[in-house]
């Protein structure tokens, strides 16, 4: 994993909330169009839902592209 990015933090930092923001915003766009709908459950049984679902392809997308080859845990 070697990226210059990594180099600047402030500059990553920003990266980084671009990239919570675009998740959030598709996170409400799926509450504002269809409510809260489960598409399924941890192994806690807590629920996943279709925005968690999205939002987390946003993220780990954009981190990849970002920094490629960085471990995410979604």
Known sequence: M????????VA???AVRRI?????????DY???SGFVVADQKGDG???????CA???I???ALADLVPGLPMVG
């Open 2 to 9: 070697s990226s210059k990015l990594l180099e600047h933090p």
């Open 12 to 14: 990553l930092c920003n």
């Open 20 to 28: 919570a923001v675009q998740a959030g915003e598709a996170t409400l």
């Open 31 to 33: 509450f504002e169009q």
């Open 46 to 52: 807590s629920p996943v839902t279709e925005a968690d």
């Open 55 to 57: 939002a987390e392809a």
């Open 59 to 61: 993220i780990e997308k």
